[in-house]
């Protein structure tokens, strides 16, 4: 388990060294084009300088994902622009935030506006920041590999398959406020100093889910049934190997 948090407020180089020295690990700061949040190539150097690792979540309005695929493959395109221009590297992830009590009939919304930023983001890995019922749906979906819960709307549940995890809000640090988190492994994060650690899996569910249609072709076009259980367990074997839940 790795000490965390995340801000709006940018970080100086003296706020960074400060909370490194307080045993802070990592900092998520906002991947947005413009505004008070935003975070710069500047600030970004001051966090790798100090030794703070660096998670990348898009966000501008609280409830932007109800704005479904057209949205998230704006937003994709505008979080691989800016990414560009901080010289993240690719492999690294881009979190986009579902920052509201999203209800079971909002989830296809949701999840279509994952899927389409993850769509948009190819060379960089996809990840999801919400609540509880958010992992789980997303999750189920394969819409992306990476999972960021908030305990907000949670109502004390925490999914077993997450990277990081918020637990406390406003919290006052240092001389700003922050949001504490603490994260697993394979969170996906990166600086200006060091190279992305490589995926958690070798296949993308995006490309997973190209494949598995053929397959599936193939399963509905014969009458045997070791060809058919042999189809079955090929398309399992991509839906593990790029972190999607396997079908019985």
């Known amino acids: 388990m790795t000490k965390g948090f995340d801000c709006s407020t940018p970080l100086t180089a003296q706020t960074a ?30 966090i790798s300088q100090a ?36 010289e993240q590297p690719a492999g690294s992830c ?33 990840g999801v920041y919400g609540s509880y019922a958010v992992m789980e749906a997303v999750k189920q979906a394969g819409a992306c590999s990476r999972f960021w819960q908030t305990y907000a709307w949670s109502g004390g549940k925490k999914s077993s398959f997450i990277h990081i995890y918020q637990y406390l809000n406003d919290v006052s640090e240092n ?45 509905e076009a014969t009458t045997s049934l070791p060809a058919r259980a042999e189809f079955h367990r090929l398309a399992n074997e991509l839906r593990k190997a790029s972190g999607q839940p396997q079908q019985s």
């Not at 490194?20 to 190539?41: C, E, I, N």
């Not at 603490?182 to 899996?201: D, L, R, V």
């Open 51 to 86: 030794g703070l690792e660096i998670v990348s979540v898009f966000e501008t309005t609280a409830n932007r994902a109800l704005g479904g695929r057209s949205a998230g493959l704006a937003d994709g395109a505008t979080a691989v622009q800016v990414a560009h221009q901080l």
């Open 17 to 46: 060294a400060a909370f490194v020295k307080d045993g802070y690990s990592f900092v998520a700061r906002y991947l947005v084009p413009s505004g008070y949040k935003a975070l710069t190539k500047s600030e970004a150097e001051w």
């Open 175 to 219: 001389g700003i406020q922050i949001d504490h988190d603490e994260s697993y492994g394979s969170e996906g994060w990166w600086n200006t100093k060091t190279t992305p650690e490589p995926p958690a899996y070798p296949l993308t569910p995006k490309d997973a889910n190209v494949i598995i249609p053929f397959l599936s072709a193939g399963y």
């Open 94 to 126: 881009i979190y986009f935030a579902v920052d509201f009590d999203a209800t079971s009939a909002q989830m296809a919304t949701v999840i279509a506006y994952i899927q389409a930023a993850s769509e948009a983001t190819p060379e960089y890995t996809t």
